[in-house]
């Protein structure tokens, strides 16, 4: 039975504690092999083997939280985050309101504020019920909800310590005010405290839900790219307006100028530039033509276009990059198991110190004063949420992982997003990776002696030859010629196997024999090579494949053709050394064009002919070695390579993004992407660190100063929900990274 993979919309988690107890449940389903909860995105990847959707939903819900299966074919993307963040905005500004004359009421607690004047009616026990009872149980009942559910599950998580603290407030300070002497003023209540601290977690958290919407901005904007019309080509030849939803593959779409690509499809007729800026990063327009690929959700510039749908929904290049990029999103990288297993023990270590800080103060430090104690305990209580702690990871993957996609880059596993920094060596195949991949015309040169035709002529012969061979080599010339010179008609056509092609060329009434190809050919022909072997040899050195050209009985001149390097190529390994890295071509071409080819672009360490099955070995070895190895190729030929390497990334156009060897998918067939990738790896990796360090020195600073009583309860309360805030907001910096980053 085929793994089946679920992604499902969590709601109603309060922190990482949460995400535990949900994979526990989750991972009490029959069938389920692997669970992922992602805190910061509320989404849990789940993969499973013969499990209905509907039943993970089922575990979830018993759990005590809600879930809904998320689908990426829908027109509109979910707005549950964007309800829960007003629903929560709304708790704060009724929590605010019920709590100012509370929070007023403090400053008669003070001496410095003896000049504020504070009615008595406010400081009556009972209006101070009134005011806090509401604060208490109605807007704080989703931390008592909370508290139930993971309790009931088997463990402790942040609603516990929230619930605890307030509750304890609240109900001391329900016990003064029944047996307050005087029912009027009573200067040891604590109302404000308890309605204070649930009126700032609340804020915070409408904070963080805001920051958490903020991080997942990418995907947004990927879903956001999916065209919801099409103008689809009936039979009869007219054209309607129809949703992309109902699009069939082959049918015929018309893409007007400044409208959106609605599906994957493939030019029939026309030629415009295409903006692919969303999908590759790349913001130069792309041109295309007939026969060329077009991807959903890109832009057409400036013509128009008639096009056959190729592929839909899930199958479509858009829905397979929000894929990698929400799988990147979901998964664990190892760094944030350290946090995980903080975090299982965080809460019942707080309740012991909570505990003991109350007997030590009401007991030991100042006997007797209960009050003192209480305020004590609701500190450590509060100040001590791991929030930020479940926060640091998965916030800077999201966002990290979400700017990597907007640059064209695709990271599959948030692991990957890690180790990336790490690797000490670059391996890269040279053709489609360092070159373009397919041969080009780069010189043709004809003798200065007396001929019977003139170069013109001659280009013109060399091109109408070519065009009745079907070889790569000669395709090459035949584009690089341009289409100036008047045609030549030609007879008796010959292709001479591995030696090139002959035919006798018809102008100006006259019949000659041309021949192009190899030596060999001229020497059957018997036509002297002498006096261009020097240059012949001489671009072979540069790596070009070299073809000679004779006319009659003379050498008139060569053409070479050579797969020539990307435009950046250079640049970009240039970057690589710079960085410290080790920079490895590999290639099965032959010694002499494999050292041509590493000289233009700097390269100093060269695997030759190297069959693509033996790749994965010289992988091997440079692991051996301790290198820690990221190989490049095209993801079909380097499969086994890819596979082999501590980081295997795939060059690729854009549309396939899907390759099942490679850790990363460069979606622009530029080297210049690498760099990228390294770069927000490391950035990535550099955010988390902070997070986890201050995020640790939050709460191993902040529990010792609370239980000393140097926090008064509501500023603990604000401490919290601005720790982890301000993870989630240092984490967003990497939304604000410079694209095309070469230093």
């Given at each position: 039975m085929a793994t089946q993979q679920y992604q499902l919309q969590l709601s109603g988690m309060s922190c990482a504690g949460c995400a535990k107890t949900i994979e526990r449940a989750l991972q009490g389903v029959d069938g389920v092999s692997s669970v992922n909860v992602n805190f910061a995105t509320e989404i849990a990847a789940v993969e499973a083997n013969n499990v209905a959707a509907a039943k993970l939903v089922e575990a979830v819900k018993g759990a005590g939280y809600d879930a809904s299966v998320i689908d990426h074919e829908q027109s509109e993307p979910d707005d549950s985050r964007e309800r829960a963040q007003q629903v929560q905005f709304y708790k704060f500004i009724a929590a605010a309101i019920l709590s100012a004359p509370l929070l007023y009421t403090m400053l008669g607690h003070f001496s410095w504020t003896d000049s504020i004047y504070v009615p008595n009616w406010l400081m009556n026990p009972w209006v101070q019920m009134a005011l806090a009872t509401p604060v208490q149980f109605i807007i704080g009942w989703q931390f008592y909800k909370g508290s139930y559910t993971a309790l009931r599950g088997g463990a402790a998580n942040m609603d516990v310590l929230v619930a605890l603290g307030t509750s304890a407030a609240y109900f001391y300070s329900v016990f003064l005010a029944a047996f307050a002497s005087d029912h009027v003023i009573h200067e040891g209540l604590y109302f404000e405290t308890s309605a204070v601290l649930i009126t700032l977690i609340v804020l915070g958290k409408w904070f963080e839900a805001r920051a958490k919407g903020r991080s997942s901005a990418a995907i947004k904007q990927l879903l956001n790219l999916q065209p919801k019309q099409a103008l689809r080509e009936r039979n009869d030849g007219e054209t309607e307006q129809v949703a992309v939803a109902e699009l069939k593959v082959g049918d015929v779409i018309h893409i007007k100028p400044g409208q959106q690509v609605p599906a994957d499809s493939e030019v029939m007729s026309g030629d415009s530039a295409v903006d692919e800026s969303m999908l590759t990063g790349e913001s130069v327009p792309v041109d295309k033509k007939q026969g060329d690929s077009l991807t959903g959700g890109t832009i057409n510039k400036n013509g128009f276009m008639k096009a056959k749908v190729k592929k839909l929904g899930k199958d479509s290049a858009l829905a397979q990059i929000i894929k990698v990029v929400e799988q990147a999103q979901t998964s664990k990288a190892p760094i944030q198991r350290l946090a995980d297993q903080v975090s299982a023990i965080f809460v019942p270590v707080v309740l012991g110190i909570a505990v003991i800080t109350f007997f030590v103060w009401a007991f030991w430090y100042q006997p007797g004063d209960y009050g003192s104690a209480l305020e004590a305990t609701v500190a450590v209580l509060v100040i001590a949420c791991p929030c930020a702690l479940g926060l640091a990871t998965p916030t800077s993957i999201m966002a990290g992982s979400g700017r990597a996609a907007q640059m064209g880059v695709l990271f599959k596993q948030s692991e990957t997003l890690e180790i990336t920094h790490t690797v000490t060596t670059v391996v890269l195949d040279k053709t489609g990776t360092i070159t373009e991949g397919k041969p080009k015309l780069t010189d043709i040169e004809f003798n200065t002696a007396e001929r019977q035709l003139n170069e013109g002529q001659l280009k013109a012969a060399v091109k109408a030859l070519e065009q009745q061979s079907e070889h790569p080599l000669a395709q090459a010339v035949v584009a690089g010629i341009s289409d100036d010179a008047k045609a030549i008609a030609i007879e008796n056509f010959k292709a001479h196997e591995g030696r090139g092609v002959s035919a006798t060329l018809n102008t100006d009434n006259k019949a000659y024999l041309m021949h192009i190809g190899t030596t060999r050919l001229m020497q059957e022909n018997?036509?002297?090579?002498?006096?261009?072997?020097?240059?012949?040899?001489?671009?072979?050195?540069?790596?070009?494949?070299?073809?000679?050209?004779?006319?009659?009985?003379?050498?008139?001149?060569?053409?070479?053709?050579?797969?020539?390097?990307?435009?950046?190529?250079?640049?970009?390994?240039?970057?690589?050394?710079?960085?410290?890295?080790?920079?490895?071509?590999?290639?099965?071409?032959?010694?002499?064009?494999?050292?041509?080819?590493?000289?233009?672009?700097?390269?100093?360490?060269?695997?030759?002919?190297?069959?693509?099955?033996?790749?994965?070995?010289?992988?091997?070895?440079?692991?051996?070695?301790?290198?820690?190895?990221?190989?490049?190729?095209?993801?079909?030929?380097?499969?086994?390579?890819?596979?082999?390497?501590?980081?295997?990334?795939?060059?690729?156009?854009?549309?396939?993004?899907?390759?099942?060897?490679?850790?990363?998918?460069?979606?622009?067939?530029?080297?210049?992407?690498?760099?990228?990738?390294?770069?927000?790896?490391?950035?990535?990796?550099?955010?988390?660190?902070?997070?986890?360090?201050?995020?640790?020195?939050?709460?191993?600073?902040?529990?010792?100063?609370?239980?000393?009583?140097?926090?008064?309860?509501?500023?603990?309360?604000?401490?919290?929900?601005?720790?982890?805030?301000?993870?989630?907001?240092?984490?967003?910096?990497?939304?604000?990274?410079?694209?095309?980053?070469?230093?």
């Open positions: 018997d036509i002297d090579c002498n006096a261009w072997l020097e240059r012949k040899e001489a671009l072979e050195q540069e790596g070009k494949t070299v073809m000679l050209i004779g006319f009659e009985k003379q050498l008139v001149g060569l053409v070479a053709v050579a797969d020539t390097v990307r435009e950046y190529s250079k640049d970009a390994i240039t970057n690589l050394k710079q960085r410290g890295l080790k920079v490895v071509m590999i290639t099965g071409d032959n010694q002499r064009t494999a050292e041509a080819i590493a000289k233009q672009v700097g390269i100093e360490h060269i695997f030759a002919e190297v069959l693509p099955e033996n790749k994965a070995e010289h992988i091997t070895k440079l692991r051996d070695q301790g290198e820690i190895v990221a190989m490049v190729g095209d993801g079909i030929n380097d499969a086994p390579a890819l596979a082999t390497a501590h980081v295997g990334i795939a060059m690729g156009t854009g549309t396939d993004v899907a390759l099942e060897t490679a850790d990363i998918a460069l979606m622009r067939a530029d080297l210049r992407s690498l760099v990228d990738a390294l770069y927000v790896s490391n950035k990535t990796v550099r955010n988390i660190r902070q997070n986890l360090f201050w995020a640790f020195a939050y709460n191993t600073l902040g529990i010792p100063v609370a239980a000393a009583g140097l926090l008064a309860p509501w500023l603990a309360g604000g401490a919290m929900a601005l720790s982890s805030v301000s993870v989630v907001l240092n984490a967003l910096r990497l939304q604000r990274l410079p694209t095309k980053r070469r230093s």
